[in-house]
Structure formats: C-alpha cells, structure tokens
C-alpha cells in the first residue's frame, strides 16, 4: 500500500511539473511575441496644428485666426505649380471649391493646365502680407510671384490675390480667386 501511495504522489508531482513547464514555454513564447511586435510594430507621432491659439469651428461663423489659416494654405496650393503637379494641382483646388463653383473653377483650371502641361515653366509664391475679413468672408494676399522656366527666373513680381469663401453649417469652402488689379498695400 505505501508503493500505491507513493506511486500516486510521484504521478501528482510529474502532472504538476509538466503543468508548470507547459505554462513556462507558453509564457516564454507569449513574450517573444509580444517583443517581435513592439520592434516591427510602426510609431505613431500626433502633432499638434501650428496655431497660436485654441481654434474651433461653430455654426456661429468663422474666426480670423482660422481663415487666415486656410487662406494662407490655399494660397500656399493655388499660387505653387508646376508641369508635373498639374493634376494634384487641380483636384486639390476643386476639393477645396463650393459645389456651386466647381464647374466654372475646373474649366477656367483645365485651361491653365492645357497652356502649361509639356512646358518647362514652374511658379511660386513667396508671402509677405495676410489680410483676413471674417464678416465679409474675404481675404487676401500679397506677396511675390515668381515664374521660373527651366531653370532662369523669368519674371518676380509683388501681387495681390483676394480669395472669397461661403461658410455653411460648419464648413469652408473657396467660392473664388483672383489677382487684385490695383495693388493696395496692407493697413
């Protein structure tokens, strides 16, 4: 009867021992894993938009601090181009457009692109002044505007540009662009 006894407590220690083991090398293999995965895993970095304040948008209207900031960014894509962006150039404009204006603005566009596409002739825009009136929802912008073909600098010339948006509910959208003739200076 002892050798009964003793057998079932060595049968209760090996269960025991290959219980422990089995748990070791699942928990060994879960942190080889879950390390793999850290290493390979991609990084994800949030910034924070460049503001100098807090902006929010609200059916209330729009701020001046946001439609400087979206009238710099549109002048920034509508005013910078070249023969190979022509494409992204103009779908960015119309994602930008209100729906009323989009079809007059993609053909006055596709004009632009048809003149410039097979050209060498590149332009940018340099701003030295802002000027925002959220009441009348208008902006504009001045600065320098430089046409570049091949690799001269053919012309560099201060302009003035006004952008006239629509704000419905809670969204902005460009309704037109244009030079401004007369160049006034900003007060």
């Known amino acids: 009867m002892d050798t009964a006894l003793a057998h079932l407590a060595a049968q209760r220690v090996l269960r025991q021992r290959n219980a422990l083991a089995l748990a070791s090398l699942t928990l060994g293999l879960l942190a080889i894993g879950a390390a793999s995965a850290a290493l390979t895993r991609d990084r994800e970095v949030i910034l924070e938009p460049i503001a100098h304040s807090r902006l929010t948008v609200s059916s209330a209207g729009v701020s ?20 190979e962006t022509l494409d992204y150039w103009m779908n960015a404009i119309l994602a930008l457009a209100d729906e009323p ?12 692109v048809d003149e410039q596409q097979g050209s060498q002739i590149t332009q940018f825009f340099t701003i030295d002044w802002l000027r925002t009136d959220p009441e009348a929802l208008t902006s504009e912008v001045g600065g320098v505007l430089h046409t570049v073909a091949g690799s001269k600098e053919v012309t560099a010339e201060h302009r003035v540009f006004r952008f006239t948006w629509r704000y419905t509910g809670v969204s902005l959208r460009l309704a037109g662009f244009g030079m401004v003739e007369k160049q006034e200076t900003p007060v």
Do not use: F, I
Request: hydrophobic fraction near 40%; charged fraction near 35%.
């Open 64 to 83: 001046k601090e946001y439609l400087e900031l979206v009238t710099r960014d549109a002048a920034q894509l509508v005013l910078n181009r070249s023969p």
């Open 101 to 112: 204006v989009r079809g007059s603005l993609k053909r006055d566009l596709l004009k632009v």
